[in-house]
């Protein structure tokens, strides 16, 4: 039952992103406005579904991070509202002719930017995916089937029942944007082989979930990263540029996949930074884990086993360790990063170069937080999920990387010899 619910989605998914090849830039951003507007208009409702999530959520003993990823507020709808409007504010790739030649047989060749078609999004305990992922399909002509997590069941559902009528009501054909509104996990494994009906899966939660998607599936996936992020203070940083960065990184929101796990802190620079830093996480209500030269320092740190350099914690504990040099960093962060988001604090020009060349991630910092590898933080409007793998697309993805294209020759009666 599950199977043919699910396909049947597929098929209106498909009709559809049909429709949207042929859809201008005006309609989809009268219908991202319609979309911000409703969500604006309906936000009680919202919160009463968001509410019983909730409660659920406590009831079945998620964790305080969790909880605070499901939780939608006012000011969580308003930015997600203003997420959809600068959205349609962006100039749309769709269509544009970047590139024509003439060859000397006189055919003239083109490449068009087009959408990838139906987009599958699987992901966990956020309701803002619902969203960000159906604002930026709409926007790059592609339509969307959502598979949101069991926690938040009931704020995806009024989210996508709001914003997919708002879009119809601009002129988007019905099935663009979609909810599987099934709680069993089976429908996951169902989605992984709708090659028939899905061009790509992107799927955006913890590792588990990703892995699973990439392992099991024959659809196409877009690999969205796990973010074991790390920030390196060099031995020529400033220490309280750095001392900021790095509460920034870990305590501003530490839930999310962007928020620093490991702090890297060079020999030299270790006994005058580490003590304040220590102090300011504590304040923060930060557990820090620390190698042994770091606890000599800092006794109350408890000691860092070796899973403890390999963990995404999403929580409030920060792994640290004393390194050499520049070399000894970027080995370590090579050794236990997910090429996400790694950040120099240094006011050295060579070693902020040398990190920014060496250092495999999606996006590397110099004297910032990584806490801005976000597709709103990036001037996107939002983001689908950061790419950590390197084909197709990289870091934040926003809606130039949910196009591909194709070529258009034009002739005048040319046959090939």
């Not at 509104?181 to 709708?194: C, F, I, K, N, Y």
């Not at 659809?219 to 509460?247: F, M, R, S």
């Not at 802190?265 to 504590?282: G, S």
């Amino acid at each position: 039952m599950v199977r043919e619910h699910i396909y049947k989605l597929g098929e209106d998914a498909q009709k559809a992103a049909r429709g949207l090849a042929g859809i201008n830039s005006k309609t989809k951003d009268e219908a991202l406005k319609k979309m911000a507007q409703a969500l604006l208009q309906k936000s009680a409702e919202i919160l009463e579904a968001n509410k019983i999530d909730m409660e659920n959520g406590k009831k079945n003993g998620l964790s305080q991070t969790k909880l605070d990823r499901l939780l939608l507020t006012e000011e969580r709808l308003e930015d997600m509202a203003d997420g959809l409007n600068t959205l349609a504010a962006l100039p749309d790739s769709v269509g544009e002719i970047d590139n024509m030649w003439k060859r000397p047989n006189g055919l003239e060749i083109g490449r068009i930017n087009v959408p990838i078609g139906v987009i599958g999004i699987i992901y966990e305990a956020r309701p803002n995916v619902t969203v960000d992922a159906a604002g930026l399909c709409l926007k790059s002509g592609n339509a969307a089937l959502l598979r949101g997590g069991s926690e938040a069941f009931y704020s995806n559902q009024t989210l996508t029942w709001i914003i997919a009528h708002a879009a119809e009501t601009a002129g988007i054909p019905a099935g663009a944007i979609q909810l599987v509104e099934t709680t069993e996990r089976e429908a996951v494994d169902v989605m992984l082989g709708m090659n028939k009906y899905l061009d790509v899966l992107i799927p955006r939660g913890g590792a588990g979930l990703i892995q699973h998607v990439v392992n099991n599936a024959t659809v196409p996936v877009i690999e969205t990263g796990v973010g074991n992020c790390h920030t390196y203070v060099d031995k020529d940083a400033d220490l309280e540029k750095a001392l900021n960065i790095a509460v920034n990184a870990k305590v501003q929101r530490p839930g999310v996949c962007n928020a620093m796990e490991t702090l890297l802190v060079h020999r030299e620079v270790v006994e005058q930074f580490l003590p304040e830093l220590a102090q300011r996480m504590k304040q923060n209500g930060v557990e820090l884990r620390g190698c042994d030269e770091t606890r000599k320092i800092i006794p109350e740190m408890n000691l860092a086993e070796e899973e403890d350099w390999a963990s995404e914690y999403l929580e409030l504990i920060l792994a640290v360790k004393i390194v050499d040099n520049l070399q000894e960093a970027i080995e370590h962060i090579h050794a236990y990063g997910t090429k996400h988001s790694e950040a120099i604090i240094t006011e050295n020009y060579t070693s902020a170069r040398q990190f920014q060349k060496i250092v495999d991630a999606a996006v590397v910092y110099v004297n910032a937080s990584t806490r801005f590898t976000d597709g709103f933080e990036f001037g996107f409007g939002a983001e689908i999920g950061i790419s950590t793998q390197k084909l197709h697309a990289r870091g934040p993805m926003g809606p130039e990387q949910l196009t591909t294209y194709k070529y258009l020759v034009f002739g005048n009666g040319q046959v090939r010899e």
